[in-house]
């Protein structure tokens, strides 16, 4: 099958289940299980690990990545089971998954309706509050994102000093457990001025507590996750100026806490000190004004080269943007115009954000052992013009609708029927 008729076998099911069913795309089942061996050949295959290997072919079994390698080389030393399905991908490219580091995608929906929104928990400091139980799996938002290609995306609440802790989650599942890599990936702080001292407070009960209690607490526990120990999970800073930027750093450090800047818009003034203390950046984003008015003017566009250049560990997001999660590659892309090489902008995207939110175990590169989430597109996924043909989350083929592609099929069905654009 080849994967054009394999689009079209897609596209058609699910048409028919919108016809059949009037479910919109937000409703649409999640992508059952994948219960046989899928066989990608002829494609280019960006590892992001490793090398691109043209001519490619990469298995999947149970949700997995079994093979990648050469196909010529290979293929013919195989022996298929008579289920596997081989998809001849000539021409194409196969990337994996992209991973949006900071999103509020299932905790937003409409942001003038507050009933839809989830990210806000009432308090300063709500450190036991987990991202991943507050989402909607039916979010219109979430297949959106998916359609350009992200399959991951970390999921942060906002708000207070302490208004929660990220979840890593995959981009299609029933309910949140279904959608959920990494239930906890690490406490959020946003530290000021004004709550340092109440945050060094908690922080005090928190290493109390840790060491003796006579019963439970659930927000001292939830902030004895990021202690000091075996399983210490990170602290995400937001942190933009370059004062905050620091003043986050340095008291992290001071309380043996493993610190990571979200937002860096001004980090490309302390890079000794983050490439000092292995200080990761999590950059909000490219589409951004320079904050200072003596800023060259696309200091946005060129901080991912800058803080490349230097050595920092960094990966990019939308978060600025909530709703515009399917533009990161095109965000990436603007870094490259201004001298990021296209490598870098990839791992960006992919490996870089997965080693940063602790999950390059499972996602970010082609690698085998590593789930199976890839998106399959017809050009450079850093090009505007290319589209994301196919994906894959864990070895299941995910529907690539949304309900801004049923608009436009609709409204394209409408011309049609004027007579002002040409059938298919």
Known sequence: MNITTHIVALAATALASITTSAIAQDLAPSAPPQDHPIFLVGATAHTVSGETIHNAVVSMNEGKIWIVGEADQIMPTLSLSQDSEIIDLSGMHIYPGLIDSVTNLGLEETSAVRATLDHNEVGDMTPEVRAFVAVNPDSTVIPVARTNGVLSVGVFPTGGAIPGRASILSTDGWTTEDLALVRDAGLIISLSDNNTDDLNEIFDQAESYRHAHDKADQRLEAISTVLEGDSQNPVFMRANSFDQITNSINWAHSRNLDPI?????????????????????????????????????????????????????????????????????????????????????????????????????????????????????????LETTTVVQAAYIQGRSIDLGNKQTELRDTYREKYRQLGLIESD
């Open 261 to 381: 800047i979200v937002g860096g818009r001004e980090s490309y003034l302390c890079t000794d000190l983050l490439v000092s203390t292995n200080t990761p950046v999590i950059i909000g984003g490219t589409y951004q004004f320079p904050k200072r008015t003596d800023s060259p003017y696309d200091a946005s566009y060129t901080l991912p080269q800058t803080l490349d250049n230097a050595g920092v560990q960094w990966s990019l997001t939308m978060s600025s943007r909530f709703g515009h999660e399917r533009n990161l590659p095109d965000a990436a892309a603007i870094a490259v115009a201004h001298g990021l090489s296209p490598q870098a902008a990839l791992h960006g995207i992919t490996l870089g954000a997965a080693q940063i939110l602790g999950v390059d175990h499972l996602i970010g590169s082609i690698e085998k052992g590593k789930h199976a989430t890839l998106i399959i597109t017809d050009g450079d996924i």
